[in-house]
């Protein structure tokens, strides 16, 4: 089977607290890892709650790199989505355990979109002009 995606879940624990709780560093930290994997940024948005912790994403064309902090616990979670066979999940995820030093990280990956290894193009429904789905047996494939 051929999976459209891959998601790692990366959960950081005995993070650095002064990392996880720097805005600046947090959000240079996605930002460089995208560029190591070798994705396309598109959109970049931070957002640091009080009295701590820290929210952001970093949307790339293949998909997006998020993570959410607690300081308080030395914790951070991290999601990295990539889609298409020229990014390297794997290298985002070793960098931030690296910059954010993790003393006991864990990785998990999920295959998305798994679909048939055959060159079938996935059917997606054409919905009516006012949003509503179009009548069944009205489908159109990717082109």
């Avoid at 995820?93 to 290894?117: C, D, H, N, T, W």
Wanted: proline share 7%; hydrophobic share 40%.
């Amino acid at each position: 089977m051929h999976a459209l995606g891959v998601h790692l879940l990366v959960d950081l624990r005995d993070c650095s607290i002064e990392t996880i709780r720097d805005l600046a560093y947090v959000r240079d930290s996605l930002v460089q890892a995208a560029k190591q994997a070798s994705a396309t940024i598109v959109d970049v948005s931070f957002h640091e709650f009080n009295p701590f912790g820290i929210s952001g994403m970093v949307v790339i064309a293949e998909s997006h790199l998020s993570i959410h902090t607690w300081p308080e616990y030395g914790y951070a979670a991290v999601d990295i989505f990539t889609c298409g066979d020229q990014i390297k999940p794997e290298i985002a995820a070793s960098y931030l355990i690296e910059r954010f030093g993790s003393q006991s990280p864990s990785v998990v990956e999920m295959k998305r979109g798994i679909i048939p290894p055959f060159d079938t193009k996935l059917p997606h429904k054409i919905s009516s002009p006012a949003g509503e789905p179009a009548p069944a047996g009205e489908i159109e494939s990717l082109t």
